[in-house]
């Protein structure tokens, strides 16, 4: 069966940026998929590590399966879980790629410059994460890994280190779909990017200060909907998505979208022309309130037992496909 990979860090508590951009797709494409591909559902503990952890680690790592869970996500024999760092095979053969990436296509990684962007130095994780990632994917000879559009980039990294891997040493390595096929599969016009509420220039995130700017999924819903209240939108009083001209108010489209689980197209044609914002702020807001409500309701349910039950299959699973692979590749280098 043809593979779906994903991960979601555990550095800190997830914004509803991350959730309706990442974690919900994935939810969504997972349930529709597991009955035919393998779907591989991962805590990428050691990228977690190359930036300070928010919180207790574990307890992190257990919250973000919870989430899964809580999202909806439908389990059966092809949905694994696993933790990275419980699969030795992920490090080993991030060294060996290390050996076929390259200085300056890793240095171009633009997460990596906007990151070490202003420092005297960084640390080596944040400029091999990407690398690190590649070795996630190829092991377990993963085609679609659902990713945001900040994410791009890395895919492409991957396609080249499988590509020239497989040119040296043979044909290794199974090479993921190109980009534009991933959004594809995926079901989206583009990468979701949720914007911060009071600045939509850019995406929402869990490290801005302004508390109104971004709603964590942890948050009181009543107070989650008072913040989209207060979102920026425009004097233009016209509701059109438009994330050049109107990222505010496209950002709004987009989230009720996204937490009503209906196409984008039909919610825009539901607001075209409307001159009110405060009627489209009002049900988003609604909407908003109510998700979370249950969404927190549902996280309240689930056991920290249940997770350790998933963890113990999945890695035995995962450690069984990943030193397969690994194998594969330290014969192909000549290391055995």
Not at 103 to 115: I, L, P, V
Not at 218 to 224: C, L, V
């Amino acid at each position: 069966m043809k593979t779906i990979l994903t991960g979601i860090r555990a550095n800190s508590e997830l914004t509803l940026g991350n959730y309706l951009g990442a974690l919900l797709p994935m939810v969504r494409l997972a349930n529709k998929h597991s009955n035919e591909m393998n779907v591989n559902i991962f805590v990428p503990d050691l990228h977690s590590i190359i930036a300070e952890i928010d919180g207790d680690l574990q307890k992190n790592i257990l919250r973000t399966i919870k989430y899964y869970l809580a999202a909806g996500l439908e389990l059966n024999e092809n949905v694994h879980i696993y933790r990275q760092s419980y699969v030795p095979a992920h490090s080993e053969l991030c060294w060996i790629l290390n050996c076929v990436a390259l200085m300056g296509e890793a240095s171009r990684m633009t997460q990596f410059k906007e990151k070490s962007e202003g420092r005297d130095s960084c640390n080596v994780g944040i400029f091999d994460y990407p690398v690190l990632m590649a070795a996630d994917i190829l092991l377990y000879s993963a085609e679609y890994v659902p990713i945001g559009e900040d994410q791009f980039q890395h895919i492409e990294l991957t396609r080249n280190l499988a590509t020239r891997f497989n040119n040296k040493y043979g044909e290794v390595f199974v090479v993921p779909v190109k980009t534009a096929e991933q959004v594809k599969f995926m079901g989206i016009s583009d990468g979701v990017r949720i914007r911060d509420l009071l600045n939509p220039e850019k995406k929402m995130s869990k490290s801005t200060l302004a508390e109104n700017s971004k709603i964590m999924l942890d948050d009181d819903p009543a107070k989650a909907g008072k913040k989209i209240m207060s979102a920026t939108t425009d004097s233009l009083a016209k509701v059109k998505f438009d994330m050049f001209n109107q990222p505010g108010i496209s950002n709004l489209l987009q989230i009720e979208a996204l937490v009503t689980d209906t196409p984008l197209q039909d919610v825009i044609m539901t607001w075209a022309g409307e001159t009110r914002y405060g009627e489209l702020k009002k049900k988003v807001a609604e909407d908003v309130t109510r998700m979370l409500t249950d969404f927190q309701a549902r996280l309240s349910r689930i056991r920290d037992e249940s997770i350790y039950e998933l963890f113990e299959d999945g890695e035995e699973y995962a450690n069984h496909v990943a030193s397969a692979k690994l194998l594969e590749v330290q014969k192909a280098v000549g290391l055995r």
